[in-house]
């Protein structure tokens, strides 16, 4: 009978959310995963309750929610109120929403789904730029609990300056040497309006104390049947320059309709070129 329940059990066709005791919920022995308790308590109490804990049906124990877990025992101990989406009893146990109906082949399935609901996370990383028009939009109570400091945030993503694919090469690099190729018969330049100088401390000259470019363009990508071959130029900006200069690029891609820094960089050069009738 036992084995019939845990067949059904692993081949449930749909899951549901069950409110259970929160003292009857039991971890799985030997999870790895640390947690930001803190965190997590700040982002309950301001947010609520709204991911709920899962088990796995053949064991009954937890197989995600163990950091969330620990913040609602201390809660709950210390005489707090119940967050929002958490029940309380008559006796006043609270009752957590658990996801329950699915279960695994054995304890060595559970124990990597366990690992993978954590580390795929982890894996997915962020788009800063995503990352910080959102926080910007955040004041700065919700920005703490979302866990981002901005200004460390922008600080940290300058500094790091992380070398970029071929594709994007410009967005970082800045420097002077061969002269940029003109842009395919038809590309828009008359999007933009250009200086007839470069500002103030944006030259082709590196800053003092900066290694200087390479002497030579290298590759960086074979061409495309037909077409031509691409070479990367090294430029370089004070640092306290560079969100300027990547703002710059991100209005030029758009003002051009192009899709790529480089290729918003090249409409960029050539109109300057154009207006200033400088030729190669």
Known sequence: MSSKKSSAAATAPTLRIDYLPLDQLMRWPGNPKEHAEGAIAASVQRFGFRDPLAIDEASGR????????????????????????????????????????????????????????????????????????????????????????????????????????????????????????????????????????????????????????????TITTPPAAGGEEYVQLVYVVPVSRRPEVLAALKHARSAFGVDTAPDAFLAVMHQYAQQNGVTA
């Open 62 to 217: 937890l197989i995600a929610g163990h950091g969330r877990l620990t913040v609602l025992e201390r809660a709950h101990s210390a005489g707090q109120p119940a967050p929002q989406y958490v029940q309380v009893r008559e006796d006043g146990m609270w009752l957590v929403p658990v996801t329950r109906g699915g279960s695994f082949a054995d304890e060595s399935e559970a124990s990597a789904y366990l690992i993978a609901h954590n580390r795929t996370g982890e894996l997915g990383g962020w788009n800063d730029d995503l990352l910080a028009g959102m926080l910007g939009n955040l004041d700065e109570d919700l920005r703490g609990i979302a866990g981002f400091d901005l200004d460390a945030f922008v600080q940290e993503q300058t500094a790091a300056a992380p070398p970029l694919p071929p594709s994007e090469f410009l967005n970082d690099l800045i420097g002077t040497g061969t002269p940029a190729a003109p842009l395919p018969p038809g590309a828009p330049v008359a999007a933009a309006t250009l200086p007839s100088a470069p500002p103030a401390g944006v030259s082709g000259q590196a800053a003092p104390g900066t290694p200087p470019a390479a002497a030579a363009p």
